[in-house]
T-cell receptor, first 111, second 114 residues
Framework: GESVGLHLPTLSVQEGDNSIINCAYSNSASDYFIWYKQESGKGPQFIIDIRSNMDKRQGQRVTVLLNKTVKHLSLQIAATQPGDSAVYFCAENIYGNKLVFGAGTILRVKS | KAGVTQTPRYLIKTRGQQVTLSCSPISGHRSVSWYQQTPGQGLQFLFEYFSETQRNKGNFPGRFSGRQFSNSRSEMNVSTLELGDSALYLC?????????????FGPGTRLTVL
């Protein structure tokens, strides 16, 4: 398959702190990237996206950074809340036709 | 607006059987994509349908097939089930074709093959 991930990395943060979730993508031709959040028992939910002609995009409490030189994407969540606990996936758009997802990162927020 | 619905939510089958999963997209959405999610392989793209035609396909064997109806509802079929087909099958709808459109995911169908 194109996406692997047997053991997901886990990030544990204290409520109120900022979280940074990282993702390395595979294809230098990818021109569109998305972050998704998946809570237990639910499908992935769109958080924020960024096109390759940008290096930063901000949403509500979230910021996505793109470094094309090293093919790296990060999601920053400000003032992390218990409701942010979930699995976070980055996805890259391959030639506009399909999304290839990263393995995912578990975010645990401690109260 | 109602979200993406998938039926059934849970399914148990035995090896060799076939299964059909159903997805109803958000009203007005014409594209439906299917994904398989497993602990070992993560989320993998199966195929996308737009206007009743398969537009893109992932790297899955021919046992995996699908179709889309004129009302944009979609079904996915897996024939000759194998143990490794046990997974969460997710459907996502979007207004237009292709991965540049925001995709809205359903809750998934959990398939267990015994």
């Amino acid at each position: 398959g194109e996406s692997v991930g047997l053991h997901l990395p886990t990030l544990s943060v204290q409520e109120g702190d900022n979280s940074i979730i990282n993702c390395a993508y595979s294809n230098s031709a990818s021109d569109y990237f998305i972050w998704y959040k998946q809570e237990s028992g639910k499908g992935p939910q769109f958080i924020i996206d960024i096109r390759s002609n940008m290096d930063k995009r901000q949403g509500q409490r979230v910021t996505v950074l793109l470094n094309k030189t090293v093919k790296h994407l990060s999601l920053q969540i400000a003032a992390t809340q218990p409701g942010d606990s979930a699995v976070y996936f980055c996805a890259e758009n391959i030639y506009g036709n399909k999304l290839v997802f990263g393995a995912g990162t578990i975010l645990r927020v401690k109260s | 607006k109602a979200g993406v619905t998938q039926t059934p939510r849970y399914l148990i089958k035995t090896r060799g059987q076939q299964v059909t999963l159903s997805c109803s997209p958000i009203s007005g959405h014409r594209s439906v994509s299917w994904y398989q999610q497993t602990p070992g392989q993560g989320l993998q793209f199966l195929f996308e349908y737009f206007s009743e035609t398969q537009r893109n396909k992932g790297n899955f064997p021919g046992r995996f097939s699908g179709r889309q109806f004129s009302n944009s509802r979609s079904e996915m079929n897996v024939s000759t089930l194998e143990l490794g087909d046990s997974a969460l099958y997710l459907c996502a709808s979007s207004p237009g074709q292709g991965a540049y459109n925001e995709q809205f995911f359903g809750p998934g169908t959990r398939l267990t093959v015994l």
